[in-house]
């Protein structure tokens, strides 16, 4: 301690003067030894414990003066002993020797009144040294919702507006870079380090000098995707969206068959139809929705289709959204460059000739289309008022089926940018949204995530600028050609996939965020459900027209697709959607349709909605960003995994047992590991490192190498909230009654049950290092 210093100064100046004054110097030092031990009493340990947990280590000169204050001691004086290294104590309190001489007893009366002069001295600075360890802002290390609050209170509805009105405008410039340069442009003036491009040249399939078309080979009438007549006239009015009105690396060329209605596509489906006809290239006329699309494309490949006419069905469409006009467009890239499967698209690797990535020609067309060539009957109408368009299986539409696109190499380019954090920059915080492409068609949905994240950087940024930084370094990305199979997002990811397998955190998406105004949608894994529910809950009390919202882990659209199903890193998404979109078939959102800025401002024209979406997940992102342990929740996903395990079919009883040891491990590791979570006391850096490593890596154990096409490898995500059964078991049961083998069953249930011994084994060894280390430690 400073005292102990001062005092020794003292004592020596003293000596000088009075060298034959053996008594004074005895005591002195038992003046110093009762302070000591005024000072190492119990109340004074919790005062100076409290001031600790405040400490900012952003300051560097004082850093290791207040780490140091909170180790043990190992001598009466070993508490205080490091506070003597600092360099300006001694100059605030040094105090000259008393020189006169005059009588024994002044002497001692002088040493006595500057020992209790010290004494209170010393308490001053007790107090005063750690808050000296600390900025204005909370400290770096620390739970502090009062930061993240006032963080969260400059995210203002205005502002969004603002930033998404400019998005737009920039849009509708012919130059691709310009909108990339001004997100670029913007996000560094708000602050952030190190913005800048990363570009890959990637095969790219896009639309042809004329749209597809499809031609009733009887009248020969033909039709453009929407609907209207074949003629130049016609194709002039439609502008871009009938350009875009296509599939993504389907087969090019001509085929000329029999139309066969296969519904949805599914192993039911077709069960009954390749028992009734010859499915041999034929063209199904198939409804998007209820599987992952790429599925159903498999199926239709095995059975011997040649073609597909994909639609939506307008019964499954919400009532708010009349789309049985509307041309869309989808994408059969599973996701990347399709010509370095796998690897990053690097100048001088090895490129791979795919052009197609199936062999059927497949064509989107509007709801209108399929009714002119199925000849509608008066009686397929429902109450509700939307057409059933089924085509009778004893009727035959012959059509002739042309599509054309062209694939080349273009160059897809993110705008990545930095906020390094201050005691842990090797751990990522993933925040990402799509942009504009120059080839992409010219939907403004896009704008809405830029802008969101905007807002919040901006937000952040004015609290960085006053001393405040995350412990944990938070990456913002604009991803480019996410519409045709998460380009931009799969490469960068590729590209530095040795770093983000160990050092990501999670990824937070703000693909999409405004799709409806009726209901608050939060996807998540099952490892971070308890923190989404939370931070939902709690701001449902700050908000009007806020229901009961349920967290679910299920599969989606968007740029998250690398990072949950390679990396196996914990995401979150939240989005606002209309109800009936919720509740009817699932996967529907594969439908790209080119949203304009007019119908979101009419979705949310005060960006409310906006504003909610922002605050939300830049809670999440804080909480990830600053905190000292992860708030991951171990029991969560053994919970989920013994949810998954529930369905009659098949019966399981070996996985269950299986299940239920994991949810011991995890339980013991919740209760016995995690209370750094809660307890400062706990929170040993070494331990608190140790124990977020184990955190951010308990959803690798879930990975699957191989799955069926569109479903998730990581196996916590179902294919929708009305399915809890894990996906690939589901498919396999199914896969297993159409063609009465249970090899593919097997299979599945091996990588389940392998999936699960892998994570049990992973929670016993994190509890076995723990012990391991407290052992070595007594």
């Not at 005062?47 to 850093?63: C, I, K, M, V, Y």
Request: glycine letters at 6%.
């Amino acid at each position: 301690m400073a005292y102990q210093k001062v005092n020794a100064d003292l004592i020596a100046s003293a000596h000088s003067q009075y060298s034959d004054n053996d008594e004074l110097q005895a005591t002195a030092l038992d003046l110093e030894w009762d302070m000591e031990k005024e000072l190492e009493e119990p109340g004074f340990d919790q005062f100076q414990l409290d001031h600790a947990e405040s400490q900012n280590l952003g300051h560097s000169e004082t850093s290791d003066l207040c780490l140091d204050s909170l180790q043990p001691a190992t001598s009466p004086k070993g508490r205080f002993q490091r506070l003597q290294e600092e360099p300006d104590y001694v100059s605030h309190f040094t105090r000259s020797a008393a020189k006169s001489s005059r009588c024994k007893f002044c002497h001692f009366l002088k040493i006595l009144c500057t020992a209790t002069i010290l004494f209170i001295l010393g308490l001053y600075i007790g107090y005063y040294t750690h808050p000296n360890c600390t900025s204005d802002a909370p400290a770096s290390g620390t739970k502090d919702p009062q930061v993240y609050q006032e963080i969260l209170n400059m995210i203002q509805a205005e502002d969004i507006k603002k930033f998404f009105r400019n998005l737009v405008q920039f849009s509708k410039s012919e130059d691709d870079m310009e909108i990339l340069k001004k997100i670029k442009t913007h996000w560094t003036a708000l602050g952030l380090e190190d913005v800048q491009f990363a570009n890959y040249s990637v095969l790219l399939d896009l639309p042809g000098p004329s749209p597809g078309t499809v031609t009733v080979s009887g009248s020969g009438q033909c039709f453009y995707p929407d609907g209207q007549p074949c003629g130049g006239e016609s194709s002039k009015g439609h502008g871009q969206e009938l350009f875009f009105s296509y599939a993504a690396y389907s087969a090019k060329g001509t085929l000329e068959a029999d139309v066969i209605d296969v519904g949805y596509g599914t192993t039911d489906d077709l069960k009954r139809i390749t028992r009734m006809k010859n499915t041999t290239n034929q063209i199904a006329l198939l409804k998007l929705g209820k599987l992952p699309l790429l599925y159903k494309i498999s199926l239709l490949e095995k059975a011997g289709f040649g073609g597909v006419l994909l639609y939506v069905d307008p019964c499954d469409s919400p009532k708010t959204a009349d789309v049985s006009s509307e041309t869309f467009m989808v994408t059969l890239n599973p996701g990347g460059d399709p010509s370095t499967p796998g690897y990053p698209s690097l100048d001088g690797g090895v490129r791979q000739s795919r052009p197609n990535l199936t062999s059927l020609l497949v064509q989107p067309i509007a709801a209108s289309l399929v009714a002119k060539l199925i000849s509608l009957p008066t009686q397929g109408v429902k109450s509700d008022g939307c057409s059933l368009l089924e085509l009778p299986t004893d009727e035959i539409r012959t059509v002739r089926l042309q599509v054309q696109t062209v694939t080349k190499f273009k160059t897809v380019t993110n705008v990545v940018g930095y906020l390094k954090g201050l005691t842990s920059p090797d751990r990522y915080v993933i925040v990402g949204s799509q942009h504009q492409d120059g080839f992409s068609y010219n939907g403004q949905e896009w704008a809405s995530g830029t802008a969101i994240i905007s807002a919040f950087i901006r937000a952040m940024m004015l609290r960085v600028k006053r001393g405040w930084r995350p412990d944990r370094t938070i990456v913002f990305c604009s991803w480019g050609g996410t519409t045709l199979g998460n380009i931009g997002s799969y490469e960068w990811a590729e590209d530095f996939t040795k770093v983000l397998q160990k050092n990501a955190v999670a990824y937070i998406s703000l693909h999409s965020p405004i799709r409806g105004n009726s209901s608050l949608y939060p996807v998540a894994s099952p490892s971070l459900q308890q923190l989404v529910t939370e931070k939902n809950k709690f701001n449902c009390t700050r908000r009007a027209q806020c229901s009961e919202t349920n967290v679910s882990s299920v599969q989606t659209q968007g740029d998250t697709h690398y990072f949950i199903n390679h990396l196996g890193v914990p995401a979150v998404q939240f989005a606002y959607e209309d109800i009936k979109a919720l509740e009817g078939p699932s996967f529907l959102s594969e439908a790209i349709f080119p949203k304009h800025a007019t119908k979101i401002e009419e979705m949310d024209p005060f960006f409310n909605l906006h504003e909610v979406i922002t605050k939300l997940s830049g809670e999440v992102i804080l909480y990830l960003a600053n905190e000292p342990v992860l708030p991951f929740n171990a029991l969560d996903i053994a919970l989920a995994v013994q949810n998954s395990l529930k369905a009659d079919e098949p019966n399981v009883p070996h996985l269950l047992t299986m299940a239920s040891r994991l949810r011991e491990s995890a339980e013991l590791f919740q209760s016995d590991e995690m209370r750094p979570a809660n307890d400062p006391k706990e929170r040993a850096p070494s331990r608190v490192r140790m124990l977020n490593d184990i955190l951010q890596d308990m959803e690798e154990s879930f990975l699957v190498q191989q799955v069926p096409p569109g479903f998730y490898r990581n196996i916590l995500y179902h294919l929708d909230e009305k399915t809890n059964q894990f996906s690939i078991l589901k498919e396999a049961w199914e896969h297993c009654k159409l063609l009465a083998s249970n090899e593919t069953l097997q299979e599945a249930l091996s990588n389940v049950l392998n999936s699960i011994n892998s994570a049990q084994v992973y929670f016993k060894a994190g509890l076995d290092v723990f012990e391991s280390v407290l052992v070595g430690e007594n």
